[in-house]
């Protein structure tokens, strides 16, 4: 007769859940290093050996994980990417005056990255000069990808318009252009970068509300 086993033990058929747990964890580890590190030295500047003893793993360990640094640069972005594109729709969405839904949108992203300052820092270094050049293996995904995760914002500033709170103009303009000022915000944010040049965020918010808001549109030149 089999021997019970003690409370709290659990049997050879739990181990294929346990080592997959165990590869979760590490994979997790394996891409906070990876974003702590590509955010504060680069990308060309990070090595694998490097993520890779910082985690406490060998090279060979790591290629379990990824096949390469690119592969684990652009799962990085991936990761921390997919749930930004969420709560940037979530903002986008609120049931709120659509230029508040804009101000939300800008708030939403810059507490995002202060929340992870390593993704953060990256991304301040993918859209800095020379970023494309550092970063030529995912930029282009990234260019390709932006008007996507911008459609969310554009409805928004749609229905600003048809409610005459946000300015004329093309709403896909519109939106790459305030994604352009938080992106601008990055790199004076002291939370990121350690900058001296910086615009608390109160004047922030305020500067996007002057900006879009409706009346605000240049006059035809003559």
Do not use: N
Not at 10 to 36: C, F, K, N, W, Y
Not at 145 to 166: H, K, P
């Amino acid at each position: 007769m089999a021997t019970p086993l003690p409370d709290g033990a659990t049997g050879a058929g739990d181990r294929p859940v346990r080592r997959r747990q165990r590869i979760e964890v590490s994979s997790e580890q394996v891409l906070d290093t990876a974003e702590e590190l590509f955010g504060a030295r680069g990308y060309r500047s990070t090595s694998l050996q490097q993520v890779a003893q910082r985690c406490g793993f060998s090279v060979g360990a790591l290629y379990l994980f990824f096949a390469s640094k690119e592969e684990l640069l652009a799962e990085v972005l991936r990761r921390r990417g997919r749930r930004l594109r969420e709560l940037m729709r979530l903002s986008a969405e609120r049931d709120v005056p659509a230029l508040e839904a804009l101000v939300d949108w800008v708030d939403t992203v810059i507490g995002y990255h202060r929340q992870h300052p390593g993704f953060g820092q990256l991304s301040a270094r993918m859209v800095a000069p020379g970023g494309a050049e550092e970063f030529p293996q995912v930029f282009g995904d990234f260019a390709e990808r932006r008007d996507e995760a911008l459609a969310d914002l554009v409805r928004t500033i749609e229905r600003g318009q048809r409610e005459g709170a946000v300015r004329a103009g093309d709403p896909l303009v519109l939106a790459r252009l305030l994604s352009g000022l938080v992106t601008a915000h990055h790199t004076m944010d002291p939370a990121l970068l350690g900058t001296t040049v910086v615009i608390d965020d109160a004047s922030f918010r305020a500067f996007v509300r002057d900006a879009f808001a409706a009346g605000r549109e240049s006059p035809p030149s003559r």
